[in-house]
């Protein structure tokens, strides 16, 4: 709709243009009726009416100096004078000004206005389309410009270009708001299918949000992360007005979004580097939680995980494999605790739990349990956990369904004697094991021990012990302080050579390449986290 402007020093005529027609016929909106060109002025810096019909005699500011000031700051504005019969001069004046029609009081009836209205929307009409393709083209721009700041490629000096026409409103001073809803992949498969019903209403809020005396643009980058260019410095109230979106979007769609914030600026050329900032900084909200406020400078260092000096993931595991599920859950736990604590990388939070799983997984499976339960749409939810709350969240929902799943007596079981055998080698695999020690180690014969493992497992001693190997060969590769050689040692295998031929065989990769891998990989996660 069209927004309408009335001014006049006379209550009377505010009325009666405000009755005189059905403004909503006309897809008009009257946004205010105001009784001097001041109050005028005001109004219009806020709203940016379409079409102000203005008294010209008024106290304080009259009708010309209105025209002048408004005329100035957006030319398409369009401006019909009202006059009495001797206000000629007036007149002369207000259409050198800018007044693109004219209309006296006394004779002024609804056809003269409607017909006068009607004149200015169709040059409002075609002053929006003309806006509305270069806002388009200008909005298209910025956006692919924000892409490649937040994907932490360099823009040439071209791209950073701002069109002075769609800033005017924040070249003294402004603020930027990163949004980005929380977990936004687990939302999307559980909630959501139409995304772009989410960017509307994400807007919705915003436009709610604001008060109509700040100027604010939005540039959303996908369906659910947005930059928001606010006007003013008063830096509270700025936090404020996230507060209440981050309130009002949990009423209203149960979704929680958080907020960086920026730094007050003074110069609108910086605000590539400002939104370079807010993007840096989101990166640091994994601990923060869901919903939450952060300010650009408040940083968070991260530190690497140390497994080597890490004991949580045996003790689970073990706790898993006897049926201990309450010391399980205990030092599960206690690793929570940790992590957060120390403020370990989320990329190598995630993966560490990740690992734990398909350990436990691995071990059931080779101890012959049938009918595994399948693990895949838990590390799918693990590895979309943007939040540490959404990680626990997740991860123990996913243990309470493996409990379960080992509850079950329906499946079937080793003989006692291979388990026994399986337990000893999973406790001494990264010795130098042969087949004649572990069966003195049994009281048992070579042949009866291999012939009896076999048949129950379905492989031999030695794939079990290189299965066992290798999946610890996984855990310690992700930790870029051992050396390759120092890995093959660890596992029990001092030949490196030989080490690298049998991990090739159990994952179609090297050593080395596997571990270049996992770098994209972790490169590639990092672009996830700040979505």
């Given at each position: 709709m069209y927004k309408v402007l009335i001014v006049d020093d006379e209550r009377l005529i505010r009325m009666t243009l405000q009755n005189m027609l059905d403004w909503k016929e006309l897809n008009c909106d009257v946004v205010a009726a105001v009784k001097d060109?001041?109050?005028?002025?005001?109004?219009f810096q806020k709203v940016h009416p379409d079409l102000i019909i203005t008294d010209l005699k008024m106290p304080q500011?009259?009708?010309?100096?209105?025209?002048?000031?408004?005329?100035?700051?957006?030319?398409?504005?369009?401006?019909?004078?009202?006059?009495?019969?001797?206000?000629?001069?007036?007149?002369?004046?207000?259409?050198?000004?800018?007044?693109?029609?004219?209309?006296?009081?006394?004779?002024?009836?609804?056809?003269?206005?409607?017909?006068?209205?009607?004149?200015?929307?169709?040059?409002?009409?075609?002053?929006?389309?003309?806006e509305d393709s270069e806002e388009i083209k200008w909005l298209?721009?910025?956006?692919?410009?924000?892409?490649?700041?937040?994907?932490?490629?360099?823009?040439?000096?071209e791209d950073a270009y701002l069109e002075s026409a769609f800033v005017q409103p924040y070249k003294k001073e402004y603020q930027v708001a990163y949004l980005h809803v929380d977990n936004i992949h687990l939302f999307y498969e559980e909630k959501y299918e139409e995304h772009e019903k989410l960017?509307?209403?994400?807007?919705?809020?915003?436009?709610?949000?604001?008060?109509?005396?700040?100027?604010?643009?939005?540039?959303?980058l996908n369906h659910h992360t947005a930059i928001i260019l606010l006007q003013g410095g008063q830096k509270q109230r700025m936090a404020n007005i996230c507060h209440t979106m981050i309130r009002n979007i949990q009423q209203y769609l149960n979704v929680q979004i958080s907020f960086v914030l920026s730094n007050v600026m003074e110069d609108i050329k910086d605000f590539y580097q400002c939104c370079g900032d807010v993007f840096a900084a989101s990166r640091n909200h994994f601990y923060r939680g869901s919903g939450t406020l952060m300010f650009v400078e408040e940083k968070e260092e991260y530190v690497d995980l140390d497994v080597a000096h890490m004991s949580w993931h045996k003790d689970i595991m073990e706790a898993m494999s006897t049926?201990?599920?309450q010391k399980a859950e205990k030092m599960l736990e206690e690793s929570f605790n940790m992590m957060e604590k120390e403020c370990i990388e989320p990329y190598q939070v995630i993966e560490y739990y990740i690992f734990i799983l398909h350990n436990i997984e691995g071990n059931e499976m080779v101890k012959g349990h049938k009918n595994m339960y399948s693990l895949d749409t838990i590390?799918?939810?693990?590895?979309?956990?943007?939040?540490?709350?959404?990680?626990?969240?997740v991860l123990m929902e996913g243990f309470v369904l493996v409990e379960e799943w080992l509850k079950d007596e329906n499946f079937n079981r080793y003989r006692q004697e291979v388990v026994d055998?399986?337990?000893?080698?999973?406790?001494?695999?990264?010795?130098?094991?042969?087949?004649?020690?572990?069966?003195?180690?049994?009281?048992?014969?070579?042949s009866s021990l291999s012939h009896l493992f076999k048949n129950e497992t379905g492989m031999n001693l030695k794939s079990y012990i290189n299965e066992k190997r290798m999946k610890k060969a996984l855990e310690l590769l992700s930790n870029e302080s051992f050396k390759i050689k120092d890995v093959a040692a660890q596992i029990g295998m001092e030949d490196q050579l030989y080490f690298n031929r049998v991990f090739k065989k159990y994952y179609d990769l090297?050593?080395?390449?596997?571990?270049?891998?996992?770098?994209?990989?972790r490169n590639e996660n990092l672009d996830e986290v700040i979505e």
């Amino acid at each position: 709709m069209y927004k309408v402007l009335i001014v006049d020093d006379e209550r009377l005529i505010r009325m009666t243009l405000q009755n005189m027609l059905d403004w909503k016929e006309l897809n008009c909106d009257v946004v205010a009726a105001v009784k001097d060109g001041i109050e005028a002025y005001g109004v219009f810096q806020k709203v940016h009416p379409d079409l102000i019909i203005t008294d010209l005699k008024m106290p304080q500011m009259d009708g010309i100096e209105l025209i002048r000031k408004v005329k100035e700051e957006r030319a398409d504005t369009q401006i019909i004078a009202l006059s009495n019969y001797s206000d000629f001069e007036l007149v002369r004046d207000a259409m050198k000004a800018g007044a693109a029609d004219y209309l006296l009081k006394v004779t002024l009836d609804k056809e003269q206005l409607e017909k006068a209205v009607r004149q200015r929307l169709v040059h409002c009409e075609s002053a929006q389309e003309k806006e509305d393709s270069e806002e388009i083209k200008w909005l298209n721009h910025i956006k692919q410009t924000l892409l490649l700041i937040k994907n932490q490629e360099k823009i040439e000096k071209e791209d950073a270009y701002l069109e002075s026409a769609f800033v005017q409103p924040y070249k003294k001073e402004y603020q930027v708001a990163y949004l980005h809803v929380d977990n936004i992949h687990l939302f999307y498969e559980e909630k959501y299918e139409e995304h772009e019903k989410l960017e509307k209403f994400l807007y919705d809020q915003m436009r709610d949000s604001v008060p109509l005396d700040i100027e604010f643009r939005s540039f959303f980058l996908n369906h659910h992360t947005a930059i928001i260019l606010l006007q003013g410095g008063q830096k509270q109230r700025m936090a404020n007005i996230c507060h209440t979106m981050i309130r009002n979007i949990q009423q209203y769609l149960n979704v929680q979004i958080s907020f960086v914030l920026s730094n007050v600026m003074e110069d609108i050329k910086d605000f590539y580097q400002c939104c370079g900032d807010v993007f840096a900084a989101s990166r640091n909200h994994f601990y923060r939680g869901s919903g939450t406020l952060m300010f650009v400078e408040e940083k968070e260092e991260y530190v690497d995980l140390d497994v080597a000096h890490m004991s949580w993931h045996k003790d689970i595991m073990e706790a898993m494999s006897t049926r201990d599920f309450q010391k399980a859950e205990k030092m599960l736990e206690e690793s929570f605790n940790m992590m957060e604590k120390e403020c370990i990388e989320p990329y190598q939070v995630i993966e560490y739990y990740i690992f734990i799983l398909h350990n436990i997984e691995g071990n059931e499976m080779v101890k012959g349990h049938k009918n595994m339960y399948s693990l895949d749409t838990i590390v799918m939810n693990l590895r979309h956990c943007d939040t540490f709350s959404k990680l626990k969240e997740v991860l123990m929902e996913g243990f309470v369904l493996v409990e379960e799943w080992l509850k079950d007596e329906n499946f079937n079981r080793y003989r006692q004697e291979v388990v026994d055998v399986m337990n000893y080698l999973d406790e001494n695999y990264q010795e130098k094991l042969s087949l004649k020690e572990i069966a003195e180690h049994f009281s048992m014969s070579e042949s009866s021990l291999s012939h009896l493992f076999k048949n129950e497992t379905g492989m031999n001693l030695k794939s079990y012990i290189n299965e066992k190997r290798m999946k610890k060969a996984l855990e310690l590769l992700s930790n870029e302080s051992f050396k390759i050689k120092d890995v093959a040692a660890q596992i029990g295998m001092e030949d490196q050579l030989y080490f690298n031929r049998v991990f090739k065989k159990y994952y179609d990769l090297s050593p080395s390449d596997y571990r270049k891998k996992l770098q994209e990989e972790r490169n590639e996660n990092l672009d996830e986290v700040i979505e």
